[in-house]
């Protein structure tokens, strides 16, 4: 093991998706490598290898958790404020309940139905929710399903 190494074998303690939770991240690769050596180096030398090493993980991931806030700060930003446009849009299209929501839907979307209600919820599940279809084999199954009620 190198001296280098030695002196950042403190940051194995640290739990990343704490971190990241904290951060308010989705995913590691959300903070570069870069800034994560950046970080730890930073820390080993104003507190020291030793000193680290023997501190509590919790202490050691909040001295991580300030110092990538103070590093980050633009990344934050950007990513709070696409989590906020998101979350706007989310609130624009769905009309919160107690039980539930009420989609808002325009007439003139289901005027080509013509009575097929199979259709029409097709057509409005991948409005609303994509185009992804997790039971492509709904339609050849043996087993019948509950298929009486619809949620929206």
């Known amino acids: 093991m190198t001296e280098n190494e030695k002196e950042l074998q ?34 080993t030398r104003i507190y020291g290898s030793d000193k680290l090493m023997s501190s509590e993980p919790e202490y050691l ?3 991580v958790i300030e110092e990538l806030k103070d590093i980050m700060k ?11 446009r998101i979350e706007k849009e989310i609130r624009s299209k769905v009309i919160p309940f107690k039980r539930g929501g009420i989609i808002k839907l325009d007439p003139r979307d289901l005027k080509d139905f013509k009575g097929d209600q199979e259709e029409m919820l097709k057509y409005l599940f991948k409005k609303y929710l994509g185009d992804k279809d ?3 084999d709904d339609d050849n199954d043996k087993y019948k399903e509950d298929s009486t009620g619809y949620y929206i």
């Open 61 to 63: 991931e909040n001295l």
């Open 74 to 84: 633009k990344e934050l930003a950007l990513n709070a404020r696409k989590n906020e």
């Open 10 to 43: 403190w940051s194995v303690k640290l739990d990343w998706l704490y971190i990241l939770k904290n951060l308010k991240l989705d995913n590691i690769d959300q903070i570069s490598e870069f800034k994560r050596m950046k970080v730890i180096r930073r820390l």
């Open 134 to 136: 997790d039971d492509k």
